[in-house]
């Protein structure tokens, strides 16, 4: 069994429409992220959600919009899509989200914004 | 503020040598926390070690070895006797430990072993 897994995993769209990704862990974990990947390879947090609260907004645009409908559960949505949004979009998940909680990833999901 | 520099971008090496990646990290806190993870051409993330502050023992699992030098703000991890599944982007982390857990990743290093 996937530990965290996302769908879609590729995801092909034209500017300016709305898409979401889904996550779901059966880790038990209380705490969920979203995690961006650019074309560079460089990593960097979006959100965090600990048991359905928002914990960490990293200055995201507000076409991104999270959603846990309960713990073991974190899709984001993004609205008005645009050709800087393409990227590998990685879930993962924590036990908590205090420091020093190690981090297990999805595969990721890559968008490709046309 | 928080930094990670992997300064080697890509390595290369034959099968069976050696090899060290190399990770510096900056921080203004006591404690926090170093994390390695590996990004195989497959595209996942996968966890490979965590280290607290306070614990300078390198750490050995079968063919990878962590050295950390606080003394050097370093984190290295060697891969003695490369295969070629090693094959794989690593990353190198770093989470202070005020606040929310929160990794600050480098840029990451191709690791690349020819046959």
């Known amino acids: 069994d996937t530990a965290v897994s996302q769908t879609p995993k590729y995801l092909v769209t034209q500017m300016g429409n709305d898409k979401s990704i889904k996550c779901e862990q059966n880790?038990?974990?209380?705490?969920m992220y979203w995690y961006k990947q650019d074309s560079k390879k460089f990593l960097k947090i979006m959100f965090s959600y600990n048991n359905k609260e928002l914990i960490i907004n990293e200055t995201v645009p507000n076409r991104f919009s999270p959603k846990s409908p309960d713990k073991a559960h974190l899709n984001l949505h993004i609205n008005s899509l645009e050709l800087g949004d393409s990227a590998v979009y990685f879930c993962a998940s924590s036990r908590g989200y205090q420091s020093g909680n190690t981090i297990y990833f999805g595969e990721g999901s890559w968008l490709t914004v046309v | 503020a928080q930094k990670v520099t992997q300064a080697q971008t890509e390595i290369s090496v034959v099968e069976k040598e050696d090899v060290t990646l190399d990770c510096v990290y900056e921080?203004?806190?006591?404690?926090?926390?170093l994390f390695w993870y590996k990004q195989p051409p497959s595209g996942e993330l996968v966890f490979l070690i965590r280290r607290n502050s306070f614990d300078e023992q390198n750490e050995i699992s079968g063919r990878y070895s962590w050295n950390f030098q606080k003394s050097t703000s370093s984190f290295n991890f060697t891969i003695t006797a490369s295969q070629v599944v090693d094959s794989a982007v690593y990353f190198c982390a770093l989470s202070e430990a005020r606040g929310a857990q929160k990794l600050v990743f480098g840029q990451g290093t191709r690791l690349t072993i020819n046959p």
């Open positions: 880790l038990g974990h209380d705490t």
């Open positions: 921080t203004r806190d006591t404690t926090y926390y």
